[in-house]
């Protein structure tokens, strides 16, 4: 954080963690248009760097090598909170990209969580936990998650949020040369698939109590799945590929994360992994670890933070 002049604070910079979706299970088409899932969600240590500062009478700018200026999620986040608030922040955003563009490891979700956390710092705005999360789920589906970093169960369209406690964990993210569309890869899924409430719902079940009784990496990495995955598979042979050369190196459990092109393998130590990311040279890969939560999100029953 970087004091002005007069006092206040001119500069404020946030990092933006990637996630992996340690488990995601895929229901029925929503009657929103979103699909019904189920996700063990983790914020890891690979981050890009925001950084967001005053611009009195220049507006807003976004400066993102991936994706500039309005169409970013974190230039949406902004107007957003403008709406809320009603009125102008002027302000720069600049993304430093670490987390790769199209790998489901939610990048841009996380860049606009971390905006919003910089403004509320570089405004010294006092926001409700509810309008947070109303904000941020404005914004998308993900974005929620990354305000409250560490491991949560998502559910609903991935808005409805649970806090759970997972051990320490150690991965290797590894991302083939591509990069993947969120909404094809889930129209995949539909193409290839028929899922309904009737046999998601259990499943959903199955994974919260088995998330729940996990004690161990080793449990954590028996519940690794991706429902996704398979149609990927399909059209893409690089990340089935990718997830192979994992396992051949060592991981106790491997999958994609997300809608991909990312995948990841667990490892039961961190000079495991460190080993495995060695080995993919010169291929993009990074050695991770999980993020500890900063503390609980005292939810409501439908999700949403609220205070109490």
Same mark, same amino acid.
């Given at each position: 954080?970087?004091?002005?002049?007069?006092?206040?604070t001119?500069?404020?910079?946030?990092?933006?963690?990637?996630?992996?979706?340690?488990?995601?299970?895929?229901?029925?088409?929503?009657?929103?248009?979103?699909?019904?899932?189920?996700?063990?969600?983790?914020?890891?240590? /690979?981050a890009d760097? @925001?950084?967001? $500062?005053?611009?009195?009478?220049? !507006?807003? %700018? *976004?400066v993102?090598?991936?994706? #500039? &200026?309005?169409?970013?999620?974190?230039a949406?986040l902004?107007?957003?909170?403008?709406?809320?608030?009603?009125?102008?922040?002027?302000?720069?955003v600049?993304?430093?990209?670490?987390?790769?563009?199209?790998?489901?490891?939610?990048?841009?979700?996380?860049?606009?969580?971390?905006?919003?956390?910089?403004?509320?710092?570089?405004?010294?705005?006092? /926001?409700?936990?509810? @309008?947070?999360? $109303?904000?941020?789920?404005?914004? !998308?589906? %993900? *974005?929620?998650?990354?305000?409250? #970093? &560490?491991p949560?169960?998502?559910?609903g369209?991935?808005?409805?949020?649970?806090?759970?406690?997972?051990?320490?964990?150690?991965a290797?993210?590894?991302?083939?040369?591509?990069?993947?569309?969120?909404?094809?890869?889930?129209?995949?899924r539909?193409?290839?698939?028929?899922?309904?409430?009737?046999?998601?719902?259990?499943?959903?079940r199955?994974?919260?109590?088995?998330?729940?009784?996990?004690?161990?990496?080793?449990?954590?990495?028996?519940? *690794?799945?991706?429902?996704?995955?398979?149609?990927?598979?399909?059209?893409?042979?690089?990340?089935?590929?990718?997830?192979?050369?994992?396992?051949?190196?060592?991981?106790?459990?491997?999958?994609?994360?997300?809608?991909?092109?990312?995948?990841f393998?667990?490892?039961?130590g961190?000079?495991?992994?460190?080993?495995?990311?060695?080995?993919?040279a010169?291929?993009?890969?990074?050695?991770?670890?999980?993020?500890?939560?900063?503390?609980?999100?005292r939810?409501?029953?439908?999700?949403?933070?609220?205070?109490?």
């Amino acid at each position: 954080m970087t004091p002005n002049g007069n006092g206040s604070t001119a500069k404020v910079e946030v990092a933006a963690p990637a996630k992996l979706n340690l488990a995601l299970l895929v229901g029925p088409v929503r009657p929103d248009g979103y699909h019904e899932i189920a996700s063990l969600m983790l914020p890891v240590t /690979l981050a890009d760097r @925001v950084v967001v $500062e005053r611009s009195p009478g220049e !507006g807003l %700018d *976004v400066v993102c090598d991936v994706a #500039p &200026g309005e169409q970013n999620l974190a230039a949406k986040l902004v107007r957003e909170l403008e709406g809320r608030l009603e009125r102008a922040l002027e302000v720069r955003v600049t993304i430093t990209k670490h987390v790769p563009h199209g790998g489901g490891l939610g990048g841009g979700s996380s860049d606009a969580a971390a905006t919003l956390q910089a403004l509320e710092r570089l405004f010294d705005l006092d /926001l409700s936990m509810k @309008v947070r999360y $109303e904000v941020a789920l404005a914004v !998308g589906s %993900d *974005v929620p998650f990354f305000l409250w #970093p &560490g491991p949560q169960l998502a559910m609903g369209r991935g808005q409805v949020l649970k806090d759970v406690v997972l051990p320490g964990l150690n991965a290797v993210i590894v991302m083939p040369e591509l990069g993947l569309s969120t909404a094809a890869v889930y129209k995949w899924r539909d193409e290839d698939e028929e899922a309904t409430l009737k046999d998601f719902t259990p499943r959903v079940r199955v994974l919260s109590a088995t998330v729940q009784a996990a004690k161990t990496a080793a449990d954590v990495a028996a519940l *690794v799945h991706n429902d996704l995955e398979a149609s990927v598979a399909r059209r893409e042979p690089a990340v089935v590929a990718a997830r192979d050369r994992l396992l051949e190196l060592g991981a106790k459990a491997a999958a994609m994360t997300g809608s991909g092109a990312a995948v990841f393998g667990l490892f039961a130590g961190a000079a495991e992994a460190a080993k495995a990311r060695a080995a993919l040279a010169p291929a993009r890969a990074w050695t991770v670890s999980d993020l500890q939560p900063l503390g609980p999100r005292r939810g409501g029953a439908d999700g949403s933070p609220k205070q109490g």
